[in-house]
Every structure is written in structure tokens, then in C-alpha cells.
T-cell receptor
Framework: GAVVSQHPSWVICKSGTSVKIECRSL??????MFWYRQFPKQSLMLMAT?????????EQGVEKDKFLINHASLTLSTLTVTSAHPEDSSFYIC?????????????FGPGTRLLVL | KNQVEQSPQSLIILEGKNCTLQ??????????LRWYKQDTGRGPVSLTI?????NTKSNGRYTATLDADTKQSSLHITASQLSDSASYIC????????????FGTGTRLLVSP
């Protein structure tokens, strides 16, 4: 089956630093990748959608200058949390959509837990 | 407004028992409905997917039903196991030319020994 990986799985950083999270589709080409954020006991909230080679589309209320998304290839997207603050501490999950499978099928990564001190 | 509501919010059952989780949606236009299992600290994993014309789908001990007329779905878990403890998320896909997912808030299931 389609596999999506994320790296790192855990990251702890000081306030003010930038953190980069990678999302890779391991056995398929992902034309579109999605980034979600999930707070404790809440459901996933879509942050942005990125298509390979073009700028990401951000959801309302998500700061594009703070959450930089790059989707430079069909198998890799990165999310950079710039100047992270404690309120950015969350569980970040990416998903990838290819061209096969039922319409709209997204394959989710295992998530990256970010803790900003 | 496109929404997906799940009930109960949380549930505790004894190992070996059955349970049913509910999902009501007001998403339009409807494309398909998925149930995901999300273990703590992990990404969601797909259990079932149903389109408009399908009213039941099974995956091992998991059986999902869909009533497109009443816009309701259920996920039935039989002979629960400790490893079934997780959050179960109902996700409805909107067919707007660009598929967009609408997530439910999930049901947290705890299977107790």
C-alpha cells in the first residue's frame, strides 16, 4: 500500500528557533500534499494544500509567513515553522494524494510532535 | 455548513464486547465517506471507504454502514481487542472538483481488560 513518512517524529526546540518537518511519499508520486495540525483531543485541522511545483494554498487563519511549505518534488514536501513559539506546540500530520485509488484518497503520515519550550 | 459530527465523544468497553460508533454529516456535494483509526501519537489509518451507492463495507472486525438518505454512518466493532483502543474518525469527502475532506471530531475508544 501507499506509504507516507515524516521526519522527525519528535522535535523539541527553544522558542524563536525554526523547525523543518519533512513529508515523503515512499512508493508513489504525490501530486498534492496536505499539512494538518492536531491539538490534544481535537480532530485534524487542515493548514495548507500544496501542489508540486507551485505555491501552497493556506487555510483561513494560517499564517503563510510563519508556516513555510515547499513541495519541490513529487515525493517530498517540507513544512518549516519559523520562529516557533510555545503556542505552536502541536502534532503536525501530512498526507499525500496520488493519482491512483478512490477519488480523493489521501494517505497520512505518522505525524510529527513539536514541543516548543 | 459542511460538518461531520460523531458520537459518542468517548467510550469505554470491556475486551471482547461489541460497540457501534455513529457519524452524522451535512456535507454536500457528497463524494465518499471514510472511517479512520488513529492511535495516540500516530497518523490516521484508513479502515473503510464507501461511496454513495454502497451501504456497508467490512474490514475484518470492522463493519461500516452508510445511509446516504439520512446522511448517517456507523462503524461497528465486533469482539473488541485491547489494540482497538484509539480514536476513530469519520471523514467525508466533498466532490467539488477538488476533493476536500471534512473531518469529524472523533470518538475515543478505550477497550478495558
Amino acid at each position: 500500500g501507499a506509504v507516507v513518512s515524516q521526519h522527525p517524529s519528535w522535535v523539541i526546540c527553544k522558542s524563536g528557533t525554526s523547525v523543518k518537518i519533512e513529508c515523503r511519499s515512499l512508493d508513489f508520486q504525490a501530486t498534492t500534499m496536505f499539512w494538518y495540525r492536531q491539538f490534544p483531543k481535537q480532530s485534524l485541522m487542515l493548514m495548507a494544500t500544496s501542489n508540486e511545483g507551485s505555491k501552497a494554498t493556506y487555510e483561513q487563519g494560517v499564517e503563510k509567513d510563519k508556516f513555510l511549505i515547499n513541495h519541490a518534488s513529487l515525493t517530498l514536501s517540507t513544512l518549516t515553522v519559523t520562529s516557533a513559539h510555545p503556542e505552536d506546540s502541536s502534532f503536525y500530520i501530512c498526507s499525500a494524494r496520488g493519482t491512483s485509488g478512490p477519488v480523493g484518497t489521501q494517505y497520512f503520515g505518522p505525524g510529527t510532535r513539536l514541543l516548543v519550550l | 455548513k459542511n460538518q461531520v459530527e460523531q458520537s459518542p465523544q468517548s467510550l469505554i468497553i470491556l475486551e471482547g464486547k461489541n460497540c457501534t460508533l455513529q457519524c452524522n454529516y451535512t456535507v454536500s456535494p457528497f463524494s465518499n465517506l471514510r472511517w479512520y483509526k488513529q492511535d495516540t501519537g500516530r497518523g490516521p489509518v484508513s479502515l473503510t471507504i464507501m461511496t454513495f451507492s454502497e451501504n456497508t463495507k467490512s474490514n475484518g472486525r470492522y463493519t461500516a454502514t452508510l445511509d446516504a438518505d439520512t446522511k448517517q454512518s456507523s462503524l461497528h466493532i465486533t469482539a473488541s481487542q485491547l489494540s482497538d483502543s484509539a480514536s476513530y474518525i469519520c471523514v467525508v469527502s466533498r466532490d467539488t472538483g477538488f476533493q476536500k475532506l471534512v473531518f469529524g471530531t472523533g470518538t475515543r475508544l478505550l477497550v478495558s481488560p
